[in-house]
Structures are given as structure tokens and as C-alpha cells.
């Protein structure tokens, strides 16, 4: 499976880093999935420092993803476009960290509000359409 990881970059704190890091040699690992993380595969070469261009870049990998992946942070901009884009593009997401999502809920963010509705909304369809929830099977029937 192809996975797009949403996540800060440029602010990244050394525990944020450990914590992708690990998460991402996992689904590689382990799970042998395909993942597509920004902060090690996007690069800061010349070319790609312009923000257009890093979005098409972006862009591109999200919508060739079966699922995209969400380290929320709402200080990260980039990850609040890249959430945006997700979301326009219907794509099945998972969150890494939901108890920060959860938290940040609770103060009233509503980006994080929106993020964990939709999520929701996604497994109560989930749940409807394909009876127990069989991960594999259902991110299948998913577009």
C-alpha cells in the first residue's frame, strides 16, 4: 500500500522526529508498505525549496497514495495545506497521533475539530458498508 504522511517538517521537534521516524520504519519495516515522508523525501534541494513547487510535489505523491497518513500539529501550515488537499481528494485517513488530535480538539482548534469528524465519518461508513471491521478489506471498497 502507497501512504502519504502529513506531518510538520521545517519544526519538527527531536521527539516529533523520533516518533515519525520510528512510525515510518515500521510501515516500511513491518508492514512493508510504500511511504511517501515529506521531511526525508520531498528534500531541500534548490529546486524544490519553492513552496509551488514543493506542493505539486506533494500534490502528486498524495494522489497516487491509497491513504494518507496524519501527524497533527497545528502549528505546521504545511501540514494544515496538505490536510486540505487530503480532504479534497476523499482520500482514507489514519491518524498517528490521536491523542494530540484529541487534546487539541479540546481547546477549541478547529481544524482538529473538522479532522477528527471526518474521520469519524469515514469509520461509521466504514462499519456500515462492510460489516466488522476488517481493515484490509475495507480500505479496498475505499476510492
Not at 10 to 21: D, N, S, V, W
Not at 96 to 117: K, M
Request: charged content about 25%; some cysteine.
Amino acid at each position: 500500500m502507497r501512504i502519504y504522511l502529513i506531518c510538520t517538517v521545517r519544526r519538527r521537534t527531536p521527539e516529533q522526529e523520533e516518533t515519525l521516524t520510528n512510525y515510518v520504519a515500521h510501515l516500511e519495516g513491518e508492514e512493508a508498505h510504500t511511504v511517501y515522508f515529506p521531511g526525508r523525501d520531498t528534500g531541500v534541494a534548490e529546486e524544490t525549496t519553492n513552496v509551488t513547487a514543493i506542493a505539486a510535489l506533494n500534490q502528486h505523491h498524495m494522489s497516487i497514495a491509497d491513504e494518507v497518513h496524519v501527524f497533527y500539529d497545528p502549528r505546521s501550515s504545511g501540514s494544515i495545506f496538505d490536510l486540505g488537499m487530503a480532504w479534497a481528494m476523499g482520500k482514507p485517513i489514519v491518524l498517528v497521533n490521536p491523542e494530540a488530535l484529541a487534546a487539541y480538539t479540546a481547546q477549541g482548534d478547529a481544524w482538529a475539530r473538522l479532522l477528527l469528524e471526518r474521520v469519524r465519518a469515514r469509520e461509521r461508513r466504514w462499519t456500515f458498508q462492510r460489516g466488522p471491521r476488517d481493515r484490509e478489506s475495507i480500505h479496498r471498497v475505499q476510492p
